[in-house]
């Protein structure tokens, strides 16, 4: 019931957004989070935003994206500037409960493709 979106080719140094929308419209009670899994790598945490707005940001995106939440429209977003080579991964966005911001996620959406072109 998650479902990203806003992936796509960008050279290095531009922007994008993503979104996740849930169409169970449960989200707003969760703890939101993006994370992001690249070729022959293991998932890795990217940010993640409590039900209440406050947020969390891992330090290889720290200053450069920003996770943010729109209640009302059951949505989360993450915007991300200054994209790098090695930002290219598959996004997925997931709802979870209490803390650290950084796990504990039970509820996965499918993935968006960000491709980063040097």
């Known amino acids: 019931q998650l479902q990203a979106s806003g992936g796509g080719l960008v050279q290095a140094g531009g922007s994008l957004r993503l979104s996740c929308a849930d169409s169970g419209r449960t989200s707003s009670s969760y703890k939101m989070g993006w994370f992001r899994q690249a070729p022959g790598k293991e998932r890795e945490f990217v940010a993640g935003?409590?039900?209440?707005?406050?947020?969390y940001h891992a330090d290889s995106v720290k200053g450069r994206f920003t996770i943010s939440r729109d209640n009302a429209k059951n949505t989360v977003y993450l915007q991300m500037n200054g994209l790098k080579p090695e930002d290219t991964a598959i996004y997925y966005c997931?709802?979870?409960?209490?803390?650290?911001?950084?796990?504990?996620?039970?509820?996965w959406g499918q993935g968006t493709q960000v491709t980063v072109s040097s």
């Open positions: 935003i409590s039900s209440g707005g406050s947020t």
């Open positions: 997931a709802a979870g409960g209490g803390l650290p911001l950084y796990r504990n996620y039970f509820y």
